[in-house]
C-alpha cells in the first residue's frame, strides 16, 4: 500500500506510540496529584511543552494543549471574542479549514461583521482585498498559514505586520495545522497545530497565545492549563506529539528535501499524462507535502476509488469535508471550477515516502486513467 | 392505572370474506413493530389493543405504530377500576392537559359500553360526564358535531379513557398483497417508491447495482442504510447487492454511446426480474417519474419494460421531483439519500443519452453483444442482507 494521504493523518511514529504506551501503563498519574510521582509528571509534560514552544520561538507560558486542531481553531476564536465584549469586525479567508470556516460563519448571526477574503488563483491570500478590509473596529483575524488541499503557503508574518498597523487592536490568529515544525516559526498573535499531522497520535494539538493577548479560554474546570482550557492532561498524548516533534525538529530539512524529492518526481511522472493541470501554487513554491492535480475527463471520487483498489490511497480534498455534498469551496475560490474541480486529487507526503513510491503511483494513476478515459463522454 | 395504547384501522374493514386475513396480518406486523417491547396485542370487536406495555417504553411503541402499516390512528389510554368515581377523575385529568393546552376548546364525551351490566347505559355516561366536565372547566363548552377534543370513555372490563387520536400511516397490512422488488439505487425517490407500495401491502424485497470499485464503500452502507429506514414501516427487507461493474465496462465498450444508459438499466431490470422469481415476487418497483431525466422519457420506460415481463410499478410516476422530496423528509430517508456519493449511474454517463430511443434499434445494439455469462456472474457474486429496522444505523 502506498499512502498519500499524510494530510489527512498521518502514521504515529513507533517512538511516540512506544512513549505513549509508557505514559499510559507506566507512568499514568494524573499530572495535577499531591504525589511526588505525579508532581515529577507534572515537571516532565512542562520539559515537553518547554521543547515544544522552543519549536515555535515561544515562551512555555504561551502554549496551551488541546485535543487538535479544531479545538484551537474554535477556541481561538471564541475566547478571544469573549474577551472583548463589542461585535467586532471578524476577518478570514474564503479557502480556511472548516475548523475555522465554520465558526466565522455562525458569527453572522450573532452579530458580529464576518468578512471572508478571497485568494489568487495559486490559493494564497489576496493582499490587497485584505488590506482594504482592515480596519480600527476589527477584533480577530484567523488566515490558514499552509492550505490543506492545494499546499499554498502565506507569509503569516508579513500579513500580521500589515494587520497590526491598520487594525492594531485585533488578535491575529493563524491556522498552523498543515504547518507547524514543517515550515519556519511565523510571527503572530494565536497560533494552532495538531499532533497527528506529526505522526502523534490523534487527539492532542496546542493553541499558542502570545503573552499580553486578552483571551478567555475555553472549557471550564479544574483548571488546568493556567485556566485556559480545563480537563485531565492528555499526558500519554503530550508526551508522544513530543517525541514526534522531537524527531521531526531534529530532521526539518532533510525530511523537507526528501518529500519534495517525492513531490517533484509525482508531479514530473504525472506531467507526462495527457489533460492533467496542476492546482495551487508552482510545485516549488507550494508546501513540500502537499500536491493537487487535476485529471480531465474523470470524477475525483471515482479516481480514487480505483487507484484505492489498486493500493495507492489518496484523497479529493480534505477528509473533513469529504461528508459534505456541493462543490469544493477552496477550489471555487481559486476559480478551479467545471471538469478541473471535478476530476481534483490531492497527494499529500510524509519523509517515509520515496521516489519509487511516485513512479508506482503515478504508473497506476495511468493504468487507472486508461481505464476510466475509455469511458470519457465521446 | 394502566397505560394502553387502542389502534384502528379502516380500510380492511371494506373487506368482506377476507377480513380475518387481513385483521390476522395486521395483529401480525404490529407484533413484528413491538418486538422487543413487553406488551400483549388483541383484537376485540373491530379494534386492536396494546396492553401490558413496559412503562419506560411507552412512547417508544407509540412511535414505532405510527409506521405500521393498515392502522388509521392510535389513542394513547388510560385503563382504571371501573368505578364511576375513579372514571370521572381519570376524565378530569385528561381534559386538564387538554385545557391547559387551549382554555375555550370544544369537546363531547363519546361512551361505549360493552359491558351492559354497567350502571349506565352510553348515553347516560355521556350526559353525566359531560355535565360534570362543564362544572369542573367552567371555559370549555360542548360541540357534538365538530368537537376539538373527543373525551372517550369505554366501559370493557375495565374502563379505557382517552381524549387523543393520533393519526397514523394507513394503508393495508404489509404482507397481505404479496412480495415486489425494489430497484434502489441511493437517491431520493427509491425509498419512496418502496414505501408508497408497501403501504398498499406489498412485502419488500430489494436490489441494488454497484459498480466496485469505482463506488465508495459509503455508497453501499448508504443503500443498506436507506433499506433500513424503510424497514421501519416495510418489515425486513431482503436486500440484493449485485456487482455491476464487468456489465458496465462490456456496455460502454460495445454499445453507442448515447444508448449506453437506456442498455444499461434494461440489464438491471433482467437481473432485478430474476432475483425476483428466486425471492417469490411478481412484480418490480421503481422510483422513476414520468420526464425527470432522460431514462424516464415515456419512449425510455418502454424500452426498459420491454426487457422483463413482470409488471413493474412506478408509483412516483406523476409526482413532481419537490413532492417526492417532500415525502421523503416525511418518512425520514431523506438526510441519507443527499449523502454525496457516486452511484453507479453516475460513475460513467454519456454526455448526450438518447431520450426517444426505439425498442428494435435498443434491441439490435444489446444483442450485438452476449450479456448471458455476466449476467451470470453478476448473479453468482450478488450479496444478500436481511435489513431489519432494529439493525444498527450504518452511516
Redesign the interface.
Known amino acids: 500500500m502506498i499512502y498519500f494521504d499524510n494530510s489527512a493523518t498521518t502514521r504515529v511514529s513507533t517512538e511516540a506510540a512506544e512513549t505513549a504506551l509508557r505514559y499510559m501503563t507506566e507512568q499514568f498519574f494524573n499530572p495535577a496529584a499531591a504525589y511526588t510521582p505525579a508532581v515529577r509528571l507534572e515537571k516532565e509534560v512542562n520539559a515537553a511543552r518547554a521543547r515544544l514552544a522552543a519549536a515555535f520561538r515561544a515562551d512555555p507560558s504561551e502554549l496551551i494543549f488541546t485535543s487538535g486542531g479544531t479545538e484551537s481553531n474554535n477556541v481561538a476564536l471564541s475566547g478571544t471574542l469573549a474577551a472583548r465584549r463589542d461585535k467586532c469586525r471578524i476577518i478570514t479567508s474564503a479557502v480556511e479549514h472548516p475548523s475555522v470556516y465554520e465558526p466565522f460563519t455562525a458569527m453572522k448571526s450573532e452579530g458580529y461583521d464576518v468578512v471572508f477574503i478571497g485568494v489568487q488563483p495559486d490559493g494564497r491570500l489576496n493582499e490587497k482585498e485584505f488590506s482594504e478590509a482592515l480596519t480600527a473596529n476589527t477584533g480577530f483575524i484567523s488566515i490558514m498559514h499552509v492550505n490543506n488541499e492545494v499546499g499554498a503557503i502565506n507569509d503569516i508574518s508579513s500579513l500580521y505586520r500589515i494587520a497590526k498597523e491598520k487594525a492594531p487592536n485585533a488578535v491575529f490568529h493563524s491556522d498552523g495545522v498543515q504547518a507547524f515544525i514543517k515550515q519556519p516559526a511565523v510571527n503572530c498573535d494565536m497560533y494552532s497545530f495538531s499532533g497527528h499531522k506529526l505522526h502523534a497520535p490523534k487527539g492532542v494539538g496546542g493553541l499558542f497565545v502570545k503573552r499580553g493577548v486578552r483571551f478567555a479560554g475555553g472549557q471550564l474546570g479544574g483548571g488546568q492549563e493556567s485556566g485556559l482550557r480545563s480537563g485531565t492532561t492528555n499526558v500519554p498524548g503530550v508526551m508522544a506529539l513530543n517525541a514526534a516533534a522531537a524527531d521531526y525538529v531534529k530532521n526539518r530539512e532533510e525530511y523537507t528535501e526528501r518529500m519534495f524529492a517525492v513531490k517533484k518526481r509525482l508531479f514530473e511522472n504525472l506531467s507526462r499524462i495527457r489533460d492533467v493541470r496542476l492546482n495551487g501554487p508552482a510545485v516549488e513554491d507550494g508546501a513540500a507535502y502537499i500536491l493537487n492535480m487535476s485529471f480531465l475527463g474523470v470524477r475525483g471520487e471515482v479516481l480514487l476509488h480505483s487507484l484505492m483498489d489498486k493500493g495507492l490511497l489518496v484523497s479529493t480534498g480534505s477528509a473533513c469535508a469529504a461528508r459534505h455534498r456541493g462543490k469544493n469551496r477552496i477550489l471555487n475560490a481559486m476559480g478551479v471550477t467545471g471538469e478541473r474541480q471535478d476530476g481534483a486529487i490531492r497527494f499529500s507526503f510524509c519523509p517515509d515516502n520515496t521516489g519509487e513510491e511516485a513512479d508506482t503511483a503515478a504508473q497506476l494513476i495511468e493504468d487507472s486513467l486508461n481505464i476510466l478515459r475509455r469511458f470519457r463522454r465521446r | 392505572m394502566e397505560r394502553v395504547i387502542l389502534v384502528r384501522y379502516t380500510e380492511i374493514h371494506l373487506k368482506g370474506l377476507n377480513r380475518p386475513f387481513f385483521e390476522a396480518k395486521l395483529i401480525e406486523n404490529i407484533k413484528g413493530a413491538l418486538r422487543g417491547i413487553h406488551c400483549k396485542v388483541h383484537r376485540e370487536q373491530g379494534r386492536i389493543y396494546v396492553t401490558e406495555i413496559s412503562e419506560d417504553r411507552f412512547d417508544e411503541a407509540m412511535e414505532r405504530l405510527k409506521k405500521v402499516f393498515g392502522i388509521h390512528s392510535i389513542s394513547p389510554a388510560l385503563g382504571v377500576d371501573k368505578d364511576w368515581n375513579c372514571v370521572v377523575e381519570t376524565a378530569f385529568s385528561l381534559m386538564e392537559k387538554q385545557v391547559a393546552a387551549k382554555p375555550d376548546l370544544s369537546f363531547k364525551v363519546f361512551a361505549r359500553r360493552s359491558d351492559k351490566n354497567y350502571f349506565m347505559n352510553s348515553d347516560e355516561i355521556n350526559r353525566e360526564l359531560g355535565h360534570l366536565v362543564l362544572e369542573k372547566f367552567p371555559t370549555v363548552h360542548v360541540d357534538i358535531h365538530k368537537p376539538e377534543v373527543a373525551l372517550s370513555v369505554e366501559i370493557r372490563e375495565k374502563a379505557y379513557i382517552y381524549a387523543e387520536e393520533i393519526p397514523c400511516a394507513n394503508g393495508m397490512p404489509v404482507g397481505s398483497a404479496g412480495r415486489a422488488m425494489l430497484l434502489v439505487s441511493g437517491g431520493i425517490d427509491s425509498p419512496v417508491a418502496g414505501y408508497m407500495m408497501a403501504k398498499r401491502g406489498l412485502n419488500l424485497s430489494a436490489v441494488h447495482f454497484y459498480s ?5 464503500e459509503r455508497a453501499r452502507d448508504k443503500v443498506v442504510e436507506l433499506t433500513r429506514l424503510l424497514s421501519a414501516y416495510a418489515g425486513p427487507i431482503r436486500l440484493h447487492l449485485v456487482p455491476f461493474t464487468d456489465i458496465q ?1 462490456t456496455i ?2 460495445n454499445c453507442p ?1 448515447k444508448e449506453t444508459t437506456v442498455i444499461m438499466r434494461r440489464l438491471m431490470m433482467e437481473i432485478a426480474e430474476k432475483i425476483a422469481v428466486n425471492d417469490g415476487a411478481r412484480a418490480l418497483i421503481t422510483g422513476e417519474a414520468l420526464g425527470q431525466v432522460a431514462s424516464q422519457t415515456l419512449e425510455s420506460l418502454c424500452v426498459t419494460d420491454d426487457a422483463v415481463s413482470m409488471p413493474v410499478f412506478r408509483p412516483l410516476i406523476g409526482f413532481d421531483k419537490d413532492e417526492i422530496m417532500d415525502y421523503s423528509r416525511r418518512i425520514g430517508t431523506y438526510d441519507t439519500s ?5 452511484d453507479c449511474c ?6 448526450h443519452p438518447v431520450t426517444r430511443p426505439e425498442v428494435a434499434d435498443i434491441r439490435a445494439s444489446e444483442e450485438a453483444v452476449d450479456f448471458t455469462e455476466l449476467v451470470e456472474k453478476a448473479m453468482e457474486e450478488t450479496e444478500t442482507l436481511i435489513v431489519k429496522a432494529s439493525d444498527p444505523k450504518l452511516i
Open positions: 466496485y470499485p469505482y463506488t465508495s465496462m460502454y465498450d454511446d443527499i449523502l454525496p456519493y457516486e453516475t460513475v460513467f454517463v454519456p454526455k
